[in-house]
């Protein structure tokens, strides 16, 4: 069975930073993306960012290109998103996902979330 556990979302100033974990376990995450979305309120969930998990390939949602970085760290089945230069627009339950479909709102696991308040 899949699990996915974030960790790492808090309240933070607009223009700092914050380190998103998530930790998978359950199977063998070879040749698959996992992926980070988020939902804020009173909006649809949206596709942030994906990473394969064997090559490495970034995907990005145009409104947090180059403010945040994706990255995996295979020993430890662990996947990160660093936010940098934080927005008040980024406030929201953040949710890491395997298998998501890039740039949709679909994944076929999903973990509980991990909020993320960005003031202003």
């Known amino acids: 069975q899949v699990q996915l556990v974030e960790s790492g979302g808090g309240l933070v100033q607009a223009g700092g930073s914050l380190r998103l974990s998530c930790a998978a376990s359950?199977?063998?995450?070879?040749?698959?993306?996992i992926g980070w979305f988020r939902q804020a309120p009173g909006k649809e969930r949206e596709f942030v960012a994906a990473i394969s998990w064997t090559g490495g390939r970034t995907y990005y949602a145009d409104s947090v290109k180059g403010r945040f970085t994706i990255s995996r760290d295979n020993a430890k089945t662990t996947v990160y998103l660093q936010m940098n230069s934080l927005k008040p627009d980024d406030t929201a339950v953040y949710y890491c996902?395997?298998?998501?479909?890039?740039?949709?709102?679909?994944?076929?696991?999903w973990g509980k979330g991990t909020q993320v308040t960005v003031s202003s």
């Open positions: 359950g199977r063998t995450f070879s040749g698959v993306f």
């Open positions: 996902a395997a298998e998501p479909s890039i740039y949709s709102a679909y994944a076929k696991y």
